[in-house]
């Protein structure tokens, strides 16, 4: 345990706190043999997504299972063509590269240290290729730096000659092909840049607010194995310009222009463009124990659960005024519930959770967008593309109630996977969740993510000794406190109490008491509750929904009546 100067510790992962305590019972209790049967199930789908792609597609980016072929898949992403590369260009070898720290985590060193090997001989970089600057940090970059720590770590022994830091040299070349794209007037960087020429002339300017938002996990990480500092300050100075572009509800939009710093898209939610912008915000607090990320993090999150939230789902609202604008569900929201573990908001994770996965028993799998006013899948966006989310929102729910629920969850979502999407050459991507008709990819975060976080699931001796942040790709970076800066004795960062035990002093919150309502502790202190917010008036008049807070009791939107007062008036 870290020294409680280090104010972060007091939030840190509680769902990994708990383990030890838990193991010695768990391993009589009637679950363990369901876990033990699922665990298997788990790593015979990985292996059988893995040792396909090594026979049909790799060193290519990633594997089709049905025609048995590949795709370099790093550079088509947002929809470039083939014909943009080089023809001698053989891939990124992106699946292997992403499967890494899988390969260390179901115990397979030997095949770690095969891939490890020929990395080391055969990847470059130094190719002409025009690369989506996000996707390949938290794909290439993320799997580098975290294999490279893993590696890295003597008490693993995973390799059985010596390591010479050959993953470190990869992810550095890297990151230093990344420097040009923050070259802009606002310092956001550009979304898209060509590998071996930098960006090239009339690239388009505009982004996403994750595209700019989520690189100081990846880019913190590399300076901080490297000593050179540049990588962790351009993204830095990405994100706090982001975070200055907030609207006066402190909320954001899903799209800007990097050169003017000005939005495209007003409307956002907790989906596609902006999700990873919240994950990476509480993620680099406890990572690198930086308050500033902490302070972000928890106005940004009340700002969500003000104006996103509705009973259990969250809609998409206008960034300057708050007012719903798309009632929809989409499946990269399914991650929300396990990032709200980690601040110990479990009450509103389980609420969230358990919608998402009545969606996924409704259909068999998790359509990419369901209309939340209409009680109906999108019409053009029917796929399920094999993601992770609502298996990961799993893992960190039974980590933090070990509730045998969750178990039969997972187990759920792993049978939908081998009937639906299993196939002879791998598992295939859903095209139409409808008609259950395939299409011909196995994308890569399926062996990074979907089989990582299953395989946790119902085994996670990887998380007994170590601390880790999961990176939104799935990468582990071990919890260093070499990594995080020292507070002085006096500090006392707000919305926390002390409460006395000894021999020490520990810091607690709400949020990491996994407090939802109010309450008395025993010791006579109140802890307030997470999610409040407090209406407008003190007398609860109000003239409008907007003048009405969030609940401390139950953590609901209240909303305004005919007759003028705030209240539950709104049930779903």
Known sequence: MFHPRHCTTCLLLLFLLVLSDFSMSQSQSPWAAKKKRM????????????????????????????????????????????????????????????SLSSLVIMGNSTEFERAVLWLSENLTFDVDARINLFECNIRVLGGLVSAHLLASDSSKKLLQGAYNNQLLVLAEDLGKRFLPAFNTPTGLPYAWINLKYGVMENET?????????????????????????????????????????????????????????????????????????????????????????????????????????????YHEADMRTGRATYWQLTSLQAFWPGLQVLIGDVMAANSSHREFFHV???????????????????????????????AESTFYLYQATKDPWYIEVGESIVNSL?????????????????????EDHQHSFFLAETCKYLYLLFDDSF??????????????????????????????????TFVKRQPRVSRISAMSLQVCPALNLKSGQHIESACHIPD?????????????????????????????????????
């Not at 996924?360 to 094999?386: A, C, F, N, S």
């Not at 081998?418 to 395939?438: E, R």
């Open 205 to 313: 300017t505009e982004t996403s607010t994750s595209g700019c938002g989520s690189l100081i996990l990846e880019m913190g990480a590399l300076s901080k194995v490297t000593g050179d500092p540049i990588y962790e300050s351009v993204a830095l100075r990405a994100l706090r310009k982001l975070w200055s572009m907030q609207s006066s509800l402190k909320l954001f939009g899903t799209t800007l222009d990097v050169a003017t710093g000005q939005w495209i898209e007003y409307s956002s939610g907790i989906g596609a463009g902006v999700d990873s912008f919240y994950e990476y915000l509480l993620k680099a607090h406890i990572l690198f124990g930086k308050e500033d990320f902490w302070k972000m993090f928890h106005s940004a999150y009340v700002a969500v659960q003000k104006y996103f939230r509705h009973g259990s789902w």
């Open 418 to 438: 081998n009937l639906y999407t299993k196939v002879k050459g791998g598992f295939a991507s859903i095209k139409d969740v409808t008609t259950m008709q395939l």
């Open 463 to 496: 998380v007994h000794e170590n601390n880790y942040v999961f990176t939104t790709e799935g990468h582990p970076l071990p919890v260093l406190s070499n990594w995080h800066e020292e507070l002085p004795e006096a500090y006392v960062p707000t919305n926390w």
């Open 360 to 390: 996924w028993k409704r259909y068999g799998v998790l359509p990419e967008r369901y209309l939340l006013d209409h009680q109906m899948i999108h019409p053009t966006e029917k796929y399920y593309p094999l993601r992770p989310e609502l």
């Open 39 to 98: 665990k298997e199930k788990v790593r015979n789908m990985f292996y059988h997504a893995y040792d396909n792609y090594m026979t049909h597609a790799f060193p290519h980016d990633e594997l089709k299972p049905i025609s048995k072929t590949f795709t370099n898949s790093l550079s088509e992403l947002g929809n470039l063509k083939l014909e943009h590369l080089p023809q001698d260009y053989n891939g990124s070898a992106l699946t292997l590269i992403e």
């Open 536 to 572: 407008a008036r003190s007398d609860f008049r109000c003239l409008t929904d907007e003048d009405c807070g969030v609940d401390a009791t139950t953590c609901r939107r209240r909303s305004c009546s005919m007759a003028g007062f705030c209240g539950l008036w709104l049930f779903i």
